[in-house]
Protein backbone atom coordinates (compact mmCIF):
# COMPACT_ATOMS: atom_id res chain seq x y z
CA UNK A 1 0.00 0.00 0.00
CA UNK A 2 1.28 3.44 -0.66
CA UNK A 3 0.64 6.09 2.09
CA UNK A 4 -0.36 9.91 1.06
CA UNK A 5 3.43 11.06 1.36
CA UNK A 6 4.25 7.98 -1.04
CA UNK A 7 5.58 5.44 1.09
CA UNK A 8 4.90 2.58 1.00
CA UNK A 9 3.87 -0.25 3.53
CA UNK A 10 2.71 -3.83 4.04
CA UNK A 11 0.29 -4.90 6.17
CA UNK A 12 0.28 -8.23 7.98
CA UNK A 13 -0.42 -10.44 11.10
CA UNK A 14 2.58 -10.11 13.89
CA UNK A 15 4.65 -13.03 14.13
CA UNK A 16 7.02 -14.56 16.48
CA UNK A 17 10.34 -13.45 14.74
CA UNK A 18 8.96 -9.90 15.07
CA UNK A 19 9.78 -9.67 18.97
CA UNK A 20 13.24 -7.75 18.32
CA UNK A 21 11.27 -5.57 15.46
CA UNK A 22 9.05 -4.25 17.98
CA UNK A 23 11.07 -3.83 20.89
CA UNK A 24 12.82 -1.03 18.07
CA UNK A 25 9.66 0.27 17.25
CA UNK A 26 8.52 1.13 20.87
CA UNK A 27 12.31 2.46 21.38
CA UNK A 28 12.06 4.59 17.90
CA UNK A 29 8.95 6.66 19.68
CA UNK A 30 8.93 9.73 21.16
CA UNK A 31 7.44 9.97 25.01
CA UNK A 32 4.53 12.10 23.68
CA UNK A 33 3.60 9.15 20.94
CA UNK A 34 3.76 6.84 24.13
CA UNK A 35 1.58 8.22 26.28
CA UNK A 36 -0.54 9.08 23.97
CA UNK A 37 -1.49 5.75 23.18
CA UNK A 38 -0.99 4.18 27.22
CA UNK A 39 -1.50 7.29 28.96
CA UNK A 40 1.79 6.83 30.65
CA UNK A 41 5.48 7.54 29.85
CA UNK A 42 6.69 3.57 29.40
CA UNK A 43 10.18 2.54 28.91
CA UNK A 44 10.65 -0.97 29.41
CA UNK A 45 7.93 -3.33 26.91
CA UNK A 46 9.24 -6.68 26.98
CA UNK A 47 5.91 -7.88 29.16
CA UNK A 48 3.86 -5.57 26.82
CA UNK A 49 5.71 -7.44 23.52
CA UNK A 50 5.52 -11.03 24.97
CA UNK A 51 1.92 -10.81 25.19
CA UNK A 52 0.99 -9.33 21.91
CA UNK A 53 2.82 -12.36 20.61
CA UNK A 54 1.94 -15.01 23.01
CA UNK A 55 -2.10 -14.14 24.40
CA UNK A 56 -4.31 -15.73 22.33
CA UNK A 57 -6.87 -13.78 22.49
CA UNK A 58 -4.87 -10.94 21.10
CA UNK A 59 -5.64 -9.83 17.22
CA UNK A 60 -1.89 -7.61 16.53
CA UNK A 61 -1.19 -5.95 12.81
CA UNK A 62 1.35 -4.39 12.00
CA UNK A 63 2.51 -2.18 9.15
CA UNK A 64 6.04 -3.08 7.73
CA UNK A 65 8.14 -0.06 5.25
CA UNK A 66 8.61 -2.00 2.14
CA UNK A 67 12.13 0.20 1.80
CA UNK A 68 13.39 -0.52 4.96
CA UNK A 69 11.52 -3.86 6.45
CA UNK A 70 10.78 -2.00 9.91
CA UNK A 71 7.42 -1.94 11.75
CA UNK A 72 6.35 1.75 11.42
CA UNK A 73 3.05 1.31 12.93
CA UNK A 74 0.77 -1.28 14.62
CA UNK A 75 -2.82 -1.89 15.75
CA UNK A 76 -3.66 -4.90 18.64
CA UNK A 77 -6.96 -5.67 19.72
CA UNK A 78 -7.84 -7.74 23.25
CA UNK A 79 -11.04 -10.04 22.60
CA UNK A 80 -12.90 -10.92 25.07
CA UNK A 81 -14.45 -14.39 24.04
CA UNK A 82 -17.19 -13.83 26.48
CA UNK A 83 -18.96 -10.50 25.43
CA UNK A 84 -18.38 -10.49 21.36
CA UNK A 85 -16.12 -7.05 22.47
CA UNK A 86 -12.50 -6.45 21.86
CA UNK A 87 -10.37 -3.27 23.40
CA UNK A 88 -8.50 -1.85 20.84
CA UNK A 89 -5.13 0.41 19.78
CA UNK A 90 -3.36 1.75 17.27
CA UNK A 91 0.49 3.62 17.16
CA UNK A 92 2.16 5.25 14.35
CA UNK A 93 5.58 6.42 14.59
CA UNK A 94 5.47 10.26 14.38
CA UNK A 95 7.37 10.17 10.46
CA UNK A 96 4.17 8.20 9.13
CA UNK A 97 1.28 10.06 11.45
CA UNK A 98 -0.62 11.70 9.01
CA UNK A 99 -0.32 10.21 5.81
CA UNK A 100 -3.43 7.77 6.19
CA UNK A 101 -1.59 4.77 8.02
CA UNK A 102 -3.98 4.75 10.91
CA UNK A 103 -6.89 4.63 8.98
CA UNK A 104 -5.55 1.53 6.98
CA UNK A 105 -4.53 -0.16 9.92
CA UNK A 106 -8.41 0.47 11.77
CA UNK A 107 -9.65 -0.88 8.14
CA UNK A 108 -7.37 -3.95 8.40
CA UNK A 109 -8.43 -4.81 11.89
CA UNK A 110 -12.26 -4.57 11.24
CA UNK A 111 -12.03 -6.48 8.64
CA UNK A 112 -10.42 -9.20 10.42
CA UNK A 113 -12.51 -9.12 13.61
CA UNK A 114 -15.70 -9.12 11.85
CA UNK A 115 -15.58 -12.58 10.63
CA UNK A 116 -13.81 -13.31 14.39
CA UNK A 117 -16.98 -12.58 15.74
CA UNK A 118 -16.43 -9.60 17.83
CA UNK A 119 -19.30 -7.18 17.88
CA UNK A 120 -17.73 -3.98 19.18
CA UNK A 121 -14.87 -2.31 19.09
CA UNK A 122 -13.68 -0.12 22.13
CA UNK A 123 -10.97 1.99 23.13
CA UNK A 124 -10.02 4.88 25.49
CA UNK A 125 -8.54 8.10 23.84
CA UNK A 126 -7.24 11.30 25.26
CA UNK A 127 -10.24 14.03 24.62
CA UNK A 128 -7.13 16.00 23.08
CA UNK A 129 -5.90 13.34 20.39
CA UNK A 130 -7.60 14.62 17.39
CA UNK A 131 -6.39 12.51 15.14
CA UNK A 132 -7.94 9.24 17.00
CA UNK A 133 -11.18 10.72 17.53
CA UNK A 134 -11.22 11.85 14.07
CA UNK A 135 -10.62 8.47 12.91
CA UNK A 136 -13.31 6.53 15.38
CA UNK A 137 -15.81 8.82 13.87
CA UNK A 138 -15.37 8.19 10.68
CA UNK A 139 -16.26 4.32 11.59
CA UNK A 140 -19.09 5.58 13.48
CA UNK A 141 -17.81 5.56 16.81
CA UNK A 142 -19.90 6.43 19.52
CA UNK A 143 -18.41 8.19 22.89
CA UNK A 144 -19.92 6.18 25.68
CA UNK A 145 -18.23 7.70 28.59
CA UNK A 146 -16.38 10.30 29.00
CA UNK A 147 -13.45 11.15 32.02
CA UNK A 148 -11.30 14.27 32.82
CA UNK A 149 -9.24 13.98 29.74
CA UNK A 150 -10.33 10.44 28.62
CA UNK A 151 -13.33 9.88 26.14
CA UNK A 152 -14.33 6.19 25.67
CA UNK A 153 -15.10 5.28 21.76
CA UNK A 154 -17.30 2.34 21.01
CA UNK A 155 -17.41 1.30 17.29
CA UNK A 156 -20.55 -1.47 16.01
CA UNK A 157 -17.68 -3.74 13.87
CA UNK A 158 -20.66 -4.61 11.38
CA UNK A 159 -21.56 -0.70 10.58
CA UNK A 160 -17.79 -0.34 10.64
CA UNK A 161 -17.34 -2.82 8.09
CA UNK A 162 -20.08 -2.11 5.93
CA UNK A 163 -18.88 2.21 5.84
CA UNK A 164 -15.45 0.70 5.29
CA UNK A 165 -16.74 -1.19 1.84
CA UNK A 166 -18.97 1.52 0.89
CA UNK A 167 -16.14 4.11 1.02
CA UNK A 168 -13.31 1.67 -0.40
CA UNK A 169 -16.40 1.24 -3.26
CA UNK A 170 -16.22 4.95 -3.93
CA UNK A 171 -12.84 5.14 -4.32
CA UNK A 172 -12.72 2.71 -6.93
CA UNK A 173 -14.98 4.49 -9.17
CA UNK A 174 -12.79 7.28 -8.78
Known sequence: MTL??????RIRGLCPGDRDKLIRFYKSLSEET????????????????DRLLHDRCTLVIVAEDLATGEIV?????????????????????EDYQGHGLGSIL????????????VKKLYGYVLSDNQRAISLARKL????????????????DVEAAALKIAASQGKNRER
Open 4 to 9: RNGRRV
Open 73 to 93: GMAESFVDEKTGAAEGGIIVR
Open 34 to 49: IYTRFFAVVRYFDPYI
Open 140 to 155: GARTLREQPGLVRVEV
Open 106 to 117: ASVMISILKPAG
